[in-house]
DNA sequence: CGCCATTATGTTAACGATAACAATCGGCGG
DNA sequence: CCGCCGATTGTTATCGTTAACATAATGGCG
């Protein structure tokens, strides 16, 4: 069988009797085409199964109608739930979404990976790599070139939007405060990423307004195994009674060496996450944790994103941040 | 500042002193260029730091080197990982990603996203949706459009990649009997998935095989909170001492009821996951399950899918099927 | 030494849409 | 009754590339 060409839009205007433009006219909704014309125009397209070829349209347009999206590993929950909520939220204002996942995300990967969505002719990028070395790649982005990006707390000329990790971590650092615990003990995430940092800042800063001791904050890297690891160190230290992990993975790591260290959770240890994962409410016992709104943060991407795409000239940095919420579970509970 | 225009073909032609056509030629590597012409033209694309425009030669070539994802979820840690090998594979083979999330998989959504996806030009599809409504809107695909599904099992002119799921839930089941228990009970994934469906079946085929009592599958829709709810149901019931839970998430629930009950993992109760999240092997108890090969998946689907694109003519219908591992870790243990 | 097969390059025409401009048709004011 | 205006439609150029064909330079060989 001989792959038969698609119509089209000559095609459609041959069987409508019109010129290839006035198809064009109805296909763009412009106001000056006859009722009857533009009858006849939709009828041809529909028998025909006329679909515009977006790629001809991009070209004479120079507008793809698409967004690219550079992720560092998208398995992971938060870059996931994130890119979820920029895909619905581009598809719904009509744009397609590509996506570049690296598996490291150095400066040169990620200018390598815009570079490579530039080629393609998206209309502006989204770069999801809360790390500082993907940040500041993105400072040698061409200015002409939308973007946005989805970080911690990183200034620059790139505009962004962020939860306020700060806010999320003073909020759990309160939080076990408020239940009595003399200080707060802290599993932090990789020192290179934007979030751990603002985790850490935020954690620290409430120990200090309040006077506590500030201790030595455990270094992880969001894997389970880390927070297990650090877990199994903070076992060992004596007077150890709440723990604020700077994920909910780390946490479940954290959660399980103390169960096997045989201290009872929360009853002689409490311990906090950060974003809500779906399984977090499930753990044994169930995460007291920081929620992250993923869908809002992707939703407000593809705004700013737009509005720069839609500015005829140069356009504005903005910045956008997504306030933390916070899920109080069965993790915590009163310093004994 | 105004946006000055990107260079362009011509241009580069003109700084090295050809036409555009041979400009073409060194970047298409074609044979016959004279060495020294083809430095020219590489030193004048370099300086004037020229990217071809894909659009253009997409729309001369009616290759977009695009592909597209069609896919159910991408928050779930199953599609995530298989879309990230998918990624992977696509971007090494020199094409693009674009990606479209359901919430819904009727049947008409993803012929949609096909069309949606077809009208931008991609040169084929990958659709993650092993749903029996998914797959069967796949029968209706024009078979002029390379396609590939990942899926369960499903019978169709589509090619297909997938995990064997009945060999899988088998795996697990059989472990369960050889650790001495009578029999085990099952908490299925939602039934209008091929994935729950091929558990469902392995699982049963090994009890019948052995000549065990099948108990009634406990439905559940993969999240913790229904392995929760499911978990608490086996726990008022008396002589249960084996469980397989369709997926991790469920398993964690499980585990969670059984806890709360007081009956202990996995001296009174055997539990079994399937999917092997990064989380698994950090409840408490660590979780036995089958592990699934994700990237293989999306490596494999890559390579039927560009199989497709590059037959000139119809192509043949290909069904890869992955094994799957298995993994022992503490929830499971030999029956009293 | 001249002819033909290569090799190297240039020229022109697609691809399928939109944009800019031109042309036709009524209606209406002068 | 003429000419101008706006509504409608058609014609032609254009986007930036590759494909097809044309042409010019080589080089081997009788």
């Given at each position: 069988m001989t792959r038969r060409r698609p119509p089209v839009m000559s095609d459609v205007a041959r069987l409508a009797g019109v010129s290839h433009q006035t198809v064009s006219r109805v296909l763009n909704d412009h106001?000056?085409?006859r009722e009857q014309t533009r009858a006849r125009v939709l009828a041809a397209i529909d028998e025909l199964g006329y679909r515009r070829n977006l790629v001809a349209r991009a070209l004479v347009?120079?507008?793809?109608r698409t967004l690219g999206v550079v992720s560092f590993d998208t398995t992971l929950y938060g870059p996931a739930s994130t890119i979820y909520g920029i895909e619905q939220a581009a598809r719904t204002a009509g744009y397609f979404v590509s996506i570049v996942s690296l598996k490291s995300l150095d400066a040169s990967s990620v200018r390598d990976a815009i570079e490579y969505l530039t080629e393609q002719g998206v209309d502006g990028v989204v770069v999801v790599a809360p790390q500082r070395s993907a940040a500041s790649a993105?400072?040698?982005?061409?200015?002409?070139m939308p973007a946005v990006a989805v970080e911690g707390t990183h200034r620059s000329h790139v505009s962004a939007v962020c939860i306020d990790q700060i806010e999320g971590a003073r909020l759990a650092t309160r939080h076990l405060l408020e239940l009595g615990h003399e200080t707060v003990w802290h599993v932090s995430g990789?020192?290179?990423?934007l979030e751990a940092e603002g985790r850490l800042e935020g954690w620290r800063s409430v120990l200090e307004e309040a006077g506590r001791p500030v201790p030595e904050p455990q270094p992880g890297d969001w894997s389970p195994r880390s927070g297990y690891a650090a877990g199994k160190r903070l076992a060992a230290?004596?007077?150890?009674?709440a723990v604020f992990a700077a994920n909910d993975q780390m946490a479940l790591g954290v959660l399980r060496a103390f169960t096997e260290a045989g201290v009872?959770?929360?009853?002689q240890i409490s311990i906090v996450g950060f974003?809500?994962?779906?399984e977090s409410e499930f753990f044994s016992p169930p995460l007291t944790t920081v929620r992250q709104d993923f869908d809002a943060v992707g939703r407000h991407c593809i705004e700013v994103l737009l509005r720069q795409i839609d500015a005829s000239g140069p356009f504005d940095t903005e910045r956008l941040v997504v306030p933390p919420g916070f899920v109080v579970r069965a993790s915590t509970a009163p310093a004994v």
């Open positions: 106001p000056n085409v347009t120079s507008r793809s993105l400072e040698s982005l061409p200015t002409d990789p020192s290179d990423w230290i004596e007077g150890v009674t009872k959770v929360p009853e974003d809500d994962i779906p």
